[in-house]
């Protein structure tokens, strides 16, 4: 029987100073360029199972947008876990929660990293 542990790393590289992606009316800003960075409040909940195809340990990076708005979204698989690892984690990213980035007082979008890795026991 397998016993899976499971963790989450939420990771915010630092991304290229640049606003990449930005619209005029919800611009993105990398970690660096926020006064206070977002803070995730559920990491630990809904974390992606790993299926049968997906050998042990396995991780999964994904780059996504913390929206000013709640919301998380523009998820792009940057490592992938060659497995449907993948499919889980985009699944259980959406589901995130979050304080927005702040910046001169106002809540603003940021560019975050999120992995999620898995290993198992043999009992």
Do not use: W
């Not at 919800?26 to 206070?36: A, F, I, K, L, S």
């Not at 998820?75 to 995130?96: F, M, N, P, Q, R």
């Amino acid at each position: 029987m397998i016993s899976l542990r499971l963790a989450i790393l939420l990771v915010a590289l630092l991304a290229p100073t640049a606003l990449i992606g930005q619209s005029s009316d919800d611009p993105v800003y990398t970690v660096d360029q926020v006064d206070v960075k977002a803070k995730v409040k559920n990491q630990l909940d809904n974390l992606p199972d790993a299926n049968t195809d997906c050998r042990i340990p396995v991780a999964v990076s994904l780059r996504v947008i913390l929206r000013k708005s709640g919301k998380v979204t523009d998820i792009t698989v940057v490592k992938s876990s060659g497995c449907s690892y993948d499919h889980e984690a985009v699944k259980a990213v959406k589901k995130l929660k979050f304080d927005a980035a702040i910046k001169s007082g106002q809540r603003v979008s940021q560019y975050s990293d999120i992995e999620y890795k898995t290993t198992a026991r043999i009992r």
